[in-house]
C-alpha cells in the first residue's frame, strides 16, 4: 500500500515528516510518534451498551501498520492515551498486532487514560514513561502552560487535547479539522484514533498550524 505524501517541516535542525495519519515520522530517530490513540475505547462503549463499529479499533491499528511498513521505524512513541480506560477484549487486538513487529521499540509516555496495569506493557516488551527526552524534545502527554514551559528542559511534543482548527468557506459554513499545532515552546499533535473527537483551539500570532486533510497535510495561515 502506498502511504498518502506527508509535509516535510524543519524544527530545530530535525527533519519532520508530517503524516496525513496525523502522526509524525522523524527522519534522524527513525522514529514514528503518534498521540491518542484509544485502544479499547470501542469495547469501552460498547460495554456499556452503546453500538458503535467493531472494526474503529483494527481499522487504526491496520494503518499503524502501514506506516511503519512504509518508513520502517526503529521506535514508535505514544504520547499518552494509546489505550482507553478498563481493560477489556480489545486488548486482544492490540496484542496481536504486536506480535507482528517483536524488534520494534515501542515507548509509552503515560496519559490520563492509561490506567490499566503496567504488567500488560511490559509483557508486550513496551517501555513506559511519565515523560521521555529525546534530542531536543521532551515528549509528554499533556500540554504546559506558559509558566511550566519556561522552565521546560526541550521543546515539548504532546497531545491530550485533539487539536482542531476552524476553516470558514465563503459561503460562511465551517468545518473544524485535525491540525498539528506549533507553538515558539511546545507542538500538540493531532488524535490518531478515527473513535475521537476534536478541540478547536486558539491560534496565536506565532504559531504554525498545520491542518490534516484526508490525503494531506497543509499549512493554515
Known sequence: MTICAGLDFNLLDQDLILLPQKAIYWKQEKALIAA??????????????????RDMEQTDLGELSDLIFEYKPKK?????????????????????????????????????????????????????????????????????????????????????????????????????IACFAFGANQAILPSFGRFTGRIAIRKRKSDRIFGVLQDKVIAIG
Open 36 to 53: 491518542d490513540v484509544h485502544l479499547g475505547k470501542v469495547g469501552h462503549f460498547r460495554k456499556a451498551g452503546i453500538a458503535v463499529p
Open 76 to 176: 514508535l512513541i505514544f504520547l499518552g492515551d494509546l489505550f482507553h480506560s478498563d481493560m477489556n477484549a480489545d486488548w486482544e487486538w492490540f496484542r496481536m498486532w504486536r506480535r507482528q513487529f517483536p524488534r520494534l521499540q515501542i515507548d509509552l509516555i503515560r496519559g490520563n487514560h492509561d490506567i490499566i496495569n503496567d504488567q500488560y506493557y511490559h509483557d508486550l516488551n513496551i517501555a513506559l514513561h511519565d515523560e521521555l527526552q529525546v534530542g531536543p524534545f521532551l515528549m509528554l502527554h499533556h500540554p504546559l502552560n506558559d509558566k511550566a514551559l519556561e522552565k521546560a528542559r526541550g521543546y515539548i511534543l504532546c497531545g491530550h487535547i485533539h487539536p482542531g482548527i476552524s476553516l470558514t468557506g465563503r459561503g460562511r459554513q465551517s468545518i473544524t
